[in-house]
Nanobody, 125 residues
Framework: QVQLVESGGGLVQAGGSLRLSCAAS????????AGWFRQAPGKEREFVAA????????YYPNSVKGRFTISRDNAKNTVYLQMNSLKPEDTAVYYC??????????????????WGKGTLVTVSS
């Protein structure tokens, strides 16, 4: 069982940066795939970034590639999402997710077993 708690959301102007953190409980977290997803008002939840247990394999969608960076510190049971050059369309609730299965490609929302409650990111124009 893994519990995930996100932090670091807030209000930022377009072009600014934020770093989200996801603190995980559970000794096995270092062997889990981890990822970030987001859900904007009135829209479906979408994939933002994913990282393998070792950190060697990473995926992003084109919408955030080059602006967002996912990383993890397994000694601290924490996953990060550094977000730069933020745009108003990045406004959403950001969710951390984890799954015990190996990362083999960009994950689907339905492919992650554990979820945090989310943190709100608002980008003003």
């Amino acid at each position: 069982q893994v519990q995930l708690v996100e932090s670091g959301g807030g209000l930022v102007q377009a072009g600014g940066s934020l770093r989200l953190s996801c603190a995980a409980s559970g000794r096995a977290f270092s062997s889990y795939t981890a990822g970030w997803f987001r859900q904007a008002p009135g829209k479906e939840r979408e994939f933002v970034a994913a990282i393998s247990s070792s950190g060697k394999l990473i995926y992003y969608p084109n919408s955030v590639k080059g602006r967002f960076t996912i990383s993890r510190d397994n000694a601290k049971n924490t996953v990060y999402l550094q977000m730069n050059s933020l745009k108003p369309e990045d406004t959403a609730v950001y969710y951390c997710a984890a799954d015990p299965r190996p990362l083999v490609g960009p994950p689907r929302v339905g492919g992650m077993d554990y979820w945090g409650k989310g943190t709100l990111v608002t980008v003003s124009s």
